[in-house]
C-alpha cells in the first residue's frame, strides 16, 4: 500500500511565515533567489502543526494475473468446455445416426434380394449365385430342405462366417424346384457395414465440428480483443491513480467498456482541474502571508520616503518640478497597496471603490509616461471617446492590473500601445501590446501562475495579481502573438 500527503492540502501558515523570515534574514539575496526559495518550499513536506494532516489515500495493487484468474480464460472456460462437450455429443450422435442409417440401408438391401429371389422361377444354380453376389455385394449361400449347402459363394467355413452379418430368408415352393433351394442366406461383410456406418456419421460430424471451430475461434478473436481493453483500462486507472491525468483511454467504441473509458477520462479531467484549482488556492493562501510579511515591512520604508521626498520638495526653489509630484503619486500609491495587502493577509477585503475608468487611465498615463521616457520607451495612448462617465468596479484593483500589464510591456518591448475600448456587452477591453520577443514557450501554459516568469530578477507575482483583479471586476484576462507583437487583453464589467 502506497500513501501519498496532499502536499498542497496540508501546507500552513507557519510555513510561510517562517519561509518569509528566513529569505528576511539574510538567506536570499535577491529576488531571483527569493522566488527559487518559496517555490522550493512549496514542493516541500509540510510542517507538522496542531491540525492532524489531511492525507490523500490510495492502494495500487498491482498483481501478477495467472492464466487461471484472467478474464480472458474466465471467459473463454466455459465456452471452450461448452465446445467440447458439444463435439462429444455430435460426434455420438453422429455415430449413432450413422449406425442406424446403416442398419436403414442393409435392411433396405436384403428387402430387395429377399424380394428378387424368393418368387424367382429361374433356376439359383453357382452362375446366378456368383452374378447376384457381384451386383449386391454380398455373399449367398442356398440351403436345401436338411440344412444341407446347395451352393455357395464362399467356403462354409465357420471362422469366415463370423467377418459376416447374415440374414436368412425362405424360397417359396421351394421343394418343388429342381435346383432344392429352400432357403438363402444372405451375408453382409462387417467391414463394409462399418465403412457405411462411418460414411453416414461422417458429414454431420465434420459439419457440428466445424461449426464449433468457428464459433470457438471467434469467441477467442472477441475475448482476447475485450480482454485487451479491460487490461489497458485498468492500466490507465493506474496511471490515474498515480496522478497522470492527461493522456486518455476512451477508443471512441460506443459500447459498455467505451463508455467506461470515457467516463475514466473524465474522471481525469475533474481531477486534473480539481489538482489545479486546490494548488491555485494554495499558492493563493502563500501569497497572502507573504504579502503579509512584506507589507509591515514596506509600510516603514514607505512612510520615511514619503516624508524624505515632501521634505525636499518644502526644501526646493521650483514649485512646480513634476518629478516630485509622480514620486510623492507614486508612494501615495505604493501605501495603498500596501495597506490592502495587510487586508487581505489579515482574512479581511477592502471595500469597492467604482471609479470613472477614465480617471483611472489618466492616472496610470501620468504616471507611467515619467518611467517611459527614462527607459526610452515609446508608449501610444488611445481612449474610446464613449468611456467618459463609465465605471468599474474598483479602481485601486483595475490600476493595479493596468499597471502591471504596461510595466511588463515596457520591459520586454521599446513600442507600446495601450488603448481602452468600450465592447458592447456593458464592458470594456484594455489592450496592451509591445514589440518584444514574445513569451518564453516553458511558461507559456502557467502564465498566470504565481512564481513562474522567465525574468531572471523576476518574482512571478504580477500577471497572478491581473488575473485575480479580472477575476474580481467580474473580467477575464488573455495573452496571444500577433504579427510579431505580444498583445495583452484585459476586460472587466462596468457597473
Not at 475475448?223 to 471512441?252: H, K, M, N, P, Y
Amino acid at each position: 500500500m502506497k500513501v501519498i500527503p496532499s502536499e498542497e492540502l496540508i501546507k500552513t501558515i507557519s510555513l510561510a511565515q517562517s519561509s518569509f523570515r528566513r529569505a528576511d534574514n539574510g538567506g536570499c539575496r535577491n529576488s531571483s533567489e527569493l522566488r527559487d526559495h518559496l517555490r522550493g518550499q512549496m514542493k516541500k513536506p509540510p510542517i507538522a502543526t496542531e491540525m492532524p494532516p489531511i492525507e490523500l489515500t490510495y492502494t495500487v495493487q498491482v498483481e501478477t494475473l495467472t492464466h487461471f484468474r484472467s478474464l480472458r480464460f474466465r471467459l473463454l472456460a466455459p465456452m471452450v468446455t461448452a465446445a467440447l462437450f458439444s463435439a462429444v455429443l455430435v460426434a455420438v450422435a453422429s455415430y449413432w445416426l450413422g449406425d442406424r442409417w446403416a442398419d436403414e440401408e442393409l435392411q433396405k438391401r436384403f428387402a430387395g434380394i429377399e424380394q428378387s429371389l424368393s418368387t424367382s422361377t429361374f433356376p439359383l444354380n453357382p452362375t446366378v449365385f456368383e452374378l447376384l453376389a457381384d451386383l449386391t455385394q454380398t455373399q449367398l449361400i442356398g440351403l436345401d430342405a436338411s440344412g444341407r449347402v446347395t451352393h455357395s459363394t464362399i467356403e462354409p467355413d465357420g471362422s469366415k462366417r463370423d467377418a459376416y452379418r447374415i440374414f436368412r430368408f425362405p424360397i417359396r415352393n421351394g421343394s418343388q424346384r429342381q435346383d432344392r433351394v429352400t432357403e438363402v442366406e444372405v451375408l453382409f461383410d462387417n467391414r463394409q457395414i462399418d465403412a457405411s456406418r462411418r460414411r453416414a456419421a461422417i458429414l454431420p460430424m465434420v459439419t457440428g465440428l466445424s461449426t464449433i471451430l468457428a464459433l470457438s475461434s471467434i469467441s477467442l478473436i472477441l475475448t482476447s480483443r475485450i480482454a485487451g481493453r479491460v487490461g489497458r483500462l485498468q492500466q490507465r486507472v493506474q496511471r490515474v491513480a498515480g496522478g497522470d491525468f492527461e493522456s486518455t483511454v476512451s477508443d471512441q467504441v460506443d459500447d459498455e467498456i467505451g463508455r467506461l473509458g470515457g467516463a475514466v477520462d473524465a474522471m481525469a479531467s475533474q481531477l486534473s482541474q480539481l489538482w489545479k484549482r486546490v494548488n491555485r488556492q494554495q499558492s493563493e493562501k502563500l501569497l497572502h502571508q507573504i504579502a503579509g510579511g512584506m507589507a509591515h515591512q514596506l509600510r516603514n520604508s514607505l512612510t520615511g520616503a514619503r516624508m524624505a521626498v515632501e521634505l525636499h520638495a518644502q526644501q526646493c526653489d521650483v514649485r512646480d518640478d513634476e518629478t516630485i509630484a509622480v514620486a510623492i503619486h507614486q508612494i501615495e500609491a505604493s501605501e495603498d497597496y500596501v495597506r490592502r495587502l495587510l487586508l487581505v493577509a489579515s482574512g479581511r477585503q477592502d471595500e469597492d471603490r467604482p471609479t470613472k475608468v477614465r480617471l483611472c487611465f489618466d492616472d496610470a498615463r501620468g504616471s507611467l509616461t515619467p518611467t517611459a521616457r527614462h527607459l526610452r520607451v515609446n508608449i501610444r495612448w488611445t481612449i474610446d471617446d464613449q468611456i467618459d462617465n463609465e465605471q468599474v468596479q474598483d479602481g485601486p484593483t483595475w490600476m493595479a492590473a493596468a499597471n502591471n500589464l504596461i510595466h511588463n510591456a515596457m520591459q520586454a518591448g521599446d513600442e507600446i500601445h495601450v488603448s481602452l475600448t468600450k465592447l458592447s456587452d456593458h464592458r470594456i477591453r484594455l489592450t496592451v501590446s509591445d514589440n518584444g520577443p514574445g513569451i518564453d514557450h516553458r511558461v507559456a501554459e502557467e502564465l498566470f501562475e504565481p512564481f513562474v516568469t522567465s525574468k531572471p530578477e523576476g518574482m512571478g507575482l504580477g500577471l497572478s495579481v491581473v488575473r485575480r483583479a479580472a477575476e474580481r471586476l467580474g473580467g477575464e484576462v488573455r495573452w496571444r502573438r500577433e504579427s510579431n507583437r505580444t498583445i495583452f487583453e484585459l476586460e472587466a464589467k462596468l457597473v
